[in-house]
């Protein structure tokens, strides 16, 4: 007999999984905290790695702590030969995001205790995931583009090498200061898709890597960590800044999707967007390319025309993924590398959810009604 249909929250809409003290993002005010302090603070006077270990610990480091945790990360960047011949294979054929996705799956084989979950044990898996993934990001980028493999520079600062790694340029202070605002920004966001993934995964008391692998897995997609390459292939496709306003009428009036609008969560403004702009403004004064004055151009006149239409009607504004891409033009980056550099500091992020969650571990198992027939007759297949 069929139950009463029960209440479904598709999407898990409005649906508390958990309670956490990693960040906390207010969607009405468009404000977001890590541990308390705020993105804006952060963004302007701390660094990636000291916003690593405050995710990750809870605390702010002392000087002291702050160079260990450093010098860790400094130690384990470099990726194995067997992980550096597989991007190399997979690089030309494969989405980036296929290929980290890939590459960070296998440094479980590196690992001689994948299931130790003591705390202790886990944070050194993080650490270790936050200090390679970064690589096997940049690896992936030399790769795509047929350039070799260009080793670690422990002279310089987590997301400056990366940023080295990847274009083969030392960055100049304010390329720095750029990657390292994106790495800040993109560490972490409470329990969004990716982040559930990765939870789900490490509530079956899976190991870290396979639960940061899920975690790839969800973010590729372009409702969620995906968006910031498609919006960025959508200012290409207007081309002409003086063609956006009907590009976007067009594409609302045919229900698409503007990449880089809306939110589940934020109903005004997202935060991390407002610091992109604004470095993205601030690089007009560094002589920035003709490509990326006009992706600014359409960028600006298209979010006056989506926050006009469908700001206040429906709470649809510009997400961190509107403006990323542009900026990313700025370091000369290219769009299929986005995402990856989302992966490489939402490490940090996922990796800390990890750790509170097995604090208190419960295996996530959601229900579904079921509204399909029950005590069918088999017919074998000839009868059929
Ligand atoms: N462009 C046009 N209309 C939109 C957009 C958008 N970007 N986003 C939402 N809407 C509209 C929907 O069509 C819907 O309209 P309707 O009520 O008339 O049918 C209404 O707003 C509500 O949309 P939902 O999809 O129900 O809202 P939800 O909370 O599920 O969506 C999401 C959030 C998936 C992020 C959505 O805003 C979207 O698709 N945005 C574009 C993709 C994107 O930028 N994703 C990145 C998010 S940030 C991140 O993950 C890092």
Known sequence: ????????????????????????????????????YSIEDLAERSNFEEVSYLLIYGKLPTQKEY????????????IEPEIRNIIKKMAPVAH???????ATSMLVMYDND?????????????????AKVSTIAAATGRFRAKKSYIHPDNSLGH???????????????????????????????????????????????????????????TLKGPLHGGADEAALSMMNAIGNPDN??????????????????????????????????SYLEESLTKEPSDEVRRLLQIAL????????????????????????????????????????????????GWGSHIVEYWHNNKLVRPLEYYSGSVDLKYTPIEAR
């Open 96 to 102: 980036p995001m296929d290929v980290i996705r890939t």
């Open 301 to 348: 006149r298209a979010e006056k025309l989506m926050i006009d239409k469908l700001g206040s009607t429906k709470g649809i504004w510009p997400n961190i993924d509107f403006f990323a891409g542009p900026l990313y033009r700025v370091m000369g980056i290219e769009g299929q590398m986005f995402t990856p550099i989302f992966v490489a500091s939402r490490m940090a």
């Open 114 to 130: 994948p299931n130790n979950r003591a705390t202790e044990a886990t944070i050194d898996k993080v650490i270790t995931l936050i």
């Open 1 to 36: 007999m069929m139950s009463s249909k029960p209440t479904i929250n598709y999407g898990l809409e409005g649906i508390y999984v958990d309670e956490s003290s990693i960040s906390k993002v207010d969607g009405q005010n468009g404000k977001l905290w890590y541990r308390g």
């Open 67 to 78: 160079d260990e945790f450093v010098k860790k990360l400094k130690e384990r960047r470099e």
């Open 244 to 277: 956006t306003e009907k590009y976007i009428e067009e594409a609302l009036e045919g229900k698409q999707r503007i990449m880089g609008f809306g939110h589940r969560v934020y109903k005004t403004y997202d935060p991390r967007a407002k610091l992109v702009r």
């Open 159 to 217: 997301s400056e090498n990366f940023l080295y790694m990847l274009t083969g340029k030392k960055p100049t202070k304010f390329e720095s200061k750029l990657i390292d605002l994106m790495f800040i920004l993109h560490a972490e966001h409470s329990t969004n898709a990716s982040t559930f993934s990765v939870l789900v995964t490490a509530s079956t008391l899976a190991d870290v890597y396979a639960a940061t692998t899920s975690g790839i897995g």
